[in-house]
């Protein structure tokens, strides 16, 4: 079994519906039992020592976005009505309990009584506050670190022993969506309560989470889907795990520091699963650094993948006997050199012993020499001043200058621990004012951004605008562009037409001046004429009243005219009527003129 624990930042949301126990255990116990060992570990210090101490535990590990999308199968088949009847009967049975249990619910129910009674407008009858969500509610986004703890004792899978009821699938890769999981997931939708899907920046694989209604619905699917492959074509196949405990912790209250009786599973740095020795083989290399077996096999080069520590040692001479090739419990012979194993080997060093009687050996470990003929080490035999004897020397000096130097050893390590003690806190706190001064640049890096994204939106509205209107100012300047080219045709048309005019004119105005001319002409010939005309017709006018007198009869009888004929004896008489000349513009009668011919 596992835990999992969501550590996520002080002002990030926590996820709603991710706390669970095995247990049944309420929220309160949860966090009292997720954080006993934080709340030990920091209490009594203050914010400088607690920032230290939660640097140490979070290490080099870095906080990222997570989307937790969470999948409900739909409980109302056939039954939307119904559904939704008990939806609105059990919301308004928790509003008459809570009026119930409040201390003011009878003056409210008076109160309620009351305005029943009295019919309110529709303005007061409309809520004070409306609740609303904007996006998509099944889709969460927190800024945290996923932990990942397994128990210390192995769990059995046994029907009588209690488990849980969520079962975590560690790894599905990326490329298998969530309708290919929902599939998969097909023949469970009836005992499944809800599933949440834990994308983080791992790449190629994301997390679910599966809570069934029952512990034996688990048991069903762990039996159907551990280790078996998604797919036939991908060789990924299902890990699941029984979910003990979901933690969501802040940052800020320990939720980085170890927990007791849990162990967290490391990531592999090739493969970036989790590493867990109960289901894979791991190795940890000299620089202590663990992989995968499997991953590490991979890898050709023969430095560590992280560090690029050189896992080969450099090669050395080593010792070994001559004749067997053992490097445990060699002897030396310090006559001729030669190696040779002890007697609880293969005895060779003995053996030479026994071939060239070289009688001391000693051995490599130690240094202590062995005497073959007196079977016993001789390293610390000296010869007595007053017999000659060989005697074991036992330095009593060397004991004291021994104790000396071990008491000289732990002191220079006590120094050498209260030192390092003394820089580790002070580089701890020069990283923590170091962190807080990067995190008062960042947030200040951060509202200088959003000044800038909101300039940059001011300024691309802006621009939005002045495209816009520049494209309405260029479809009328180009509407006037054809406004001006045919005006100015109209013009030249217009221009053209006036100077034809003015032309025509000129010829017209010389033309009116000579018939001008010619009527005037014409006129005073026209009057010279009339003067003439006139004078003519006053003679003969004169000459016409002349000729009446002489036909006028006289009173002695008829006369003869003189010339003529006689009208009384029928001779022929030749008169012509002619009318008189009339001035311009007058109309007279006509007068009859006779005239005699001749």
């Not at 009847?85 to 919301?91: I, K, R, V």
């Amino acid at each position: 079994m596992v835990v999992i624990r969501l550590e996520i930042a002080d002002q990030s949301p926590s996820p709603q519906g991710f706390q669970y126990s095995a247990e049944g255990m309420s929220e309160k116990e949860l966090q009292e039992k997720a954080l006993g060992v934080a709340k030990h570990t920091l209490s009594g210090k203050t914010d400088l020592e607690r920032a230290a101490v939660l640097h140490q535990h979070i290490g080099s590990r870095a906080m990222g976005d997570m989307v937790i999308e969470t999948f409900e199968p739909s409980q109302d088949k056939g039954g939307g009505e119904d559904s939704s009847g008990a939806a609105e009967q059990d919301s308004e049975a928790k509003a008459a309990q809570a009026e119930a249990e409040s201390p003011e619910g009878s003056e409210g129910s008076e109160d309620t009584k009351a305005t029943e009674a009295t019919p309110d407008s529709p303005s007061k009858q409309l809520p004070d506050q409306i609740s609303f969500f904007s996006g998509n509610p099944s889709v969460e986004i927190v800024h945290g670190i996923m932990h990942l703890y397994k128990t210390n004792k192995m769990t059995s899978l046994r029907e009588d022993v209690r488990r849980s009821a969520m079962v975590c699938i560690l790894t599905v890769p990326a490329t298998m969506t969530s309708h290919d999981l929902m599939k998969l997931l097909a023949p469970y939708n009836d005992v499944m309560e809800h599933m949440k899907i834990i994308r983080d920046s791992t790449p190629n694989q994301y997390m679910v989470l599966i809570k069934f209604c029952t512990q034996a619905d688990a048991d069903s699917f762990y039996t159907a889907c551990n280790g078996r492959q998604f797919n036939s074509i991908e060789d990924a196949v299902c890990q699941l795990v029984y979910v003990e405990r979901a933690d969501v912790i802040k940052s800020e209250e320990g939720a980085s520091l170890p927990v007791m009786e849990l162990t967290e599973l490391p990531k592999c740095t090739v493969c970036l699963e989790r590493m867990d020795e109960s289901v894979n083989g791991i190795l940890t290399t000299l620089c202590n650094h663990s992989f995968h077996s499997q991953c590490l096999q991979r890898w050709e080069d023969a430095s560590c993948p992280v560090c690029r520590y050189c896992q080969t040692p450099e090669p050395v001479e080593e010792n070994k006997c001559f004749e067997c090739g053992v490097q445990e419990n060699l002897w030396i012979c310090l006559i001729c050199g030669h190696i040779g194993c002890g007697r609880y080997v293969s005895m060779h060093a003995h053996k030479h012993f026994e071939e060239t009687q070289h009688t001391y050996a000693m051995q490599l470990t130690n240094h202590r020499v062995w005497d073959y003929a007196g079977d016993n080490y001789v390293h610390r035999l000296v010869a007595s001043k007053t017999d000659g004897k060989m005697v074991q020397y036992e330095c009593e000096g060397d004991t004291c200058h021994a104790e000396k130097i071990d008491a000289l050893q732990l002191e220079y390590s006590y120094l050498l621990t209260s030192q390092l003690e003394s820089q580790r806190i002070y580089w701890e706190n020069k990283i923590v004012h170091l962190e807080k001064e990067t995190a008062e640049e960042i947030t200040n890096m951060k509202v200088k951004f959003k000044e800038t994204l909101e300039r940059c939106d001011n300024l691309e509205r802006r621009f939005g605008e002045m495209g816009k209107e520049k494209q309405s100012i260029e479809k009328k300047c180009t509407q006037l562009n054809s406004r001006v080219v045919k005006l100015s045709q109209e013009l030249m048309e217009e221009q053209e037409m006036n100077r034809c005019l003015r032309a025509n004119q000129t010829e017209l105005q010389a033309t009116l001046a000579e018939e001008a001319h010619k009527a005037k002409e014409s006129v005073g010939c026209k009057d010279v004429a009339i003067s003439e005309l006139q004078e003519q017709l006053r003679d003969v006018m004169f000459l016409s009243g002349g000729a009446a007198a002489d036909r006028a009869p006289s009173p002695r009888g008829p006369q003869r005219d003189p010339g003529g004929t006689d009208q009384h004896r029928g001779r022929p008489v030749r008169r012509g009527w002619s009318r008189a000349p009339l001035e311009p513009g007058q109309e007279g009668p006509g007068q009859e003129e006779e005239v005699g011919g001749s």
